[in-house]
């Protein structure tokens, strides 16, 4: 039998205690790829041999790497680990609920415990970090990729018979119908054939680590943050206006001599069967550039390339506005994601 799931809690603390009976997520989902290791090589010593003749363990610096499909139900959790700051509004009566994340300037971000099953084990981790986030969508579902660093494991046999599989009901893989793409609130111009988001935290986990324990002993930091958008669309006379702008930094004929193209871009995710639910995010200030080739006789496709500056200005959901590079609004009947007592 096969059985490879992956299931996130938030934690209180950062590398807070794995429970006695073991982690209980607040959902499970399936996974098309998942691995977690400690990368603590043994460093082994030879001194006046040609042979090595001991050996002891290294240093640890755990990192762990999840793929899968994306639904409005369990995106959320990812999207507070990747983003530092998180708002939760209630439903008012016939609504929804609302979740916000954003990025700022903390560089300290929530921290989660999690459990991944390989068939016949699961491995049980604690002071699980969002280092890296990509998102992707062409021509079916919508796919994430996940790169995480922990502090420390545990592994448990499991009974694939017994095996309490948190599912989540209504969650509906993302297909590349139920997502729009704007720019400069725009749609652009073409046919939009594949978007792809990738972040980076650049969690450094060089300095956690030192005498009387080779795990990290306090929480990484996240570092500069690094957002980029690509989208691909096929060219139309109307994309010359874009192209201009990448190129020459405004709508103008020649080159500027001081302008640098920025447009805001804009993801929007409803799913038919369900318009009660909705996921946008927004990057409100990007640099763009701009590629295409002519080949034969292939239809020209341009690529928009874009990346996030923190000068723009984005709306919560109570009026406020915000300074930052990412924002994103999730309408959605999951409740508050908190840690979890059980």
């Avoid at 016939?94 to 999690?114: I, M």
């Avoid at 990057?283 to 500056?309: G, K, Q």
Wanted: charged letters at 25%.
């Amino acid at each position: 039998m096969v059985l490879r799931v992956f299931g996130l809690k938030e934690e209180t603390n950062y590398g807070e205690d794995i429970p006695t009976e073991g982690i209980t997520p607040d959902w499970h989902k399936k996974v098309s790829k998942g691995s977690f290791k400690l990368n603590d090589e043994a460093i082994t010593f030879g001194d006046g041999s040609r042979m090595n003749q001991f050996a002891r363990p290294g240093g640890a610096k755990p990192t762990g790497s999840i793929e899968g499909k994306v639904d409005l139900k369990r995106i959320g959790h990812t999207l507070k680990a990747f983003l530092d700051q998180y708002a939760f509004t209630p439903a008012e009566e016939g609504g929804a609920n609302v979740h916000e994340f954003w990025g700022s300037e903390s560089s300290d971000l929530h921290s989660f415990q999690g459990v991944c099953t390989f068939d016949e084990f699961e491995k049980r981790i604690k002071g699980l970090l969002l280092d890296s986030l990509k998102l992707e969508v062409s021509d079916e579902a919508m796919t994430m990729s996940e790169e995480w660093v922990y502090q420390n494991q545990e592994i448990q046999k499991i009974d694939q018979a017994t095996y309490d599989v948190r599912e989540v009901e209504g969650a509906i893989p993302i297909m590349f119908y139920d997502v729009l793409v704007e720019l400069d609130g725009n749609t652009p111009p073409g046919v939009c054939s594949n978007f792809t988001f990738e972040g980076k935290n650049n969690i450094n986990q060089d300095n956690v680590s030192g005498l009387g324990s080779r795990f990290p002993q306090a929480k990484p930091q996240a570092q500069k943050r690094e957002l980029t958008q690509s989208i691909v669309s096929t060219l139309r006379s109307s994309t010359l206006d874009f192209i201009k702008k990448a190129e020459h930094g405004d709508n103008t004929d020649t080159p500027s001599n001081c302008l640098v193209s920025k447009l805001s871009i804009k993801l929007i995710i409803s799913i038919c069967e369900n318009t009660n639910e909705r996921l946008e995010m927004f990057f409100p200030d990007c640099l763009v550039n701009v590629e295409y080739e002519a080949s034969e006789s292939d239809e020209i496709e341009t690529t928009f390339n874009l990346s996030s500056l923190g000068s723009g200005e984005a709306t919560k959901n109570d009026g406020t506005k915000v300074t930052t590079d990412m924002y994103c609004k999730l309408i959605t009947d999951v409740g508050e994601i908190t840690p979890s007592t059980e």
